[in-house]
């Protein structure tokens, strides 16, 4: 019953991230201008800035992309990558608590794979492209004490996927953060030792 219930996730799981993924392919042929509004694309017009500035400091093109952003345009990107994170993680989030139906309950651990890669994805948006930023950034951190703790390695790689899917929505690359999430609840799904951490890898 455990295996079936776990392929059962599989295909859904599997299923609704390629669903998101051929939606996004056709959004780029049927309608490319509209990706200007998404969280999608980020990091290719840093590849075209690359090839049209001539500027030789990696800085300096950030810093000249984020000034020519507008600020309309950069709010909606916000919101879109805000809702586009939670469309992702979602499905992780279901995978998570399935790996864990069988051990002590951590719903710190559950929540958190919702609201940290929102809280990622709006500090790479305040950050930007400034240095000083990241730095003043990384001392307010420095003096604040976290007091959950991972218990296992299943929690520490899903915190980890959930901070690589606020990162991809943060720098408007959420295509990326859509493969991320697929081949990771794909891999923990399938993975033997995921399942025999869990206790869910005995069939009834």
Do not use: C
């Amino acid at each position: 019953m455990a295996a079936r219930t776990r392929n059962a996730l599989l295909m859904r799981v599997v299923g609704y991230y390629l669903f998101l993924i051929t939606l996004l392919l056709v959004a780029a042929f049927k309608a490319p201008d509209a990706l200007r509004y998404l969280p999608f694309g980020g990091l290719g017009s840093l590849v075209e800035l690359d090839a049209h500035t001539g500027l030789d400091s990696l800085a300096e093109k950030m810093l000249l992309a984020s000034r020519s952003a507008d600020a309309l345009v950069d709010s909606f990107n916000l919101f879109s990558a805000m809702i586009g994170t939670l469309i992702v993680m979602l499905p992780l989030r279901r995978v998570y608590l399935f790996l864990q139906q069988d051990q002590p309950s951590r719903p710190a651990v559950a929540s958190s794979l919702l609201v940290l890669p929102l809280v990622v994805t709006a500090i790479v948006y305040v950050v930007r492209f400034s240095l000083p930023l990241a730095f003043a950034l990384a001392g307010i951190f420095a003096g604040v004490r976290y007091r959950t703790t991972l218990k296992n390695q299943a929690d520490a790689f899903f915190t980890f996927a959930s901070i690589g899917v606020g990162l991809a929505a943060g720098t408007r690359s959420l295509g990326i953060a859509m493969v991320l999430a697929l081949f990771f609840g794909a891999t923990v799904l399938l993975a033997p030792p995921w399942r025999a951490e869990a206790g869910v890898g005995e069939e009834d």
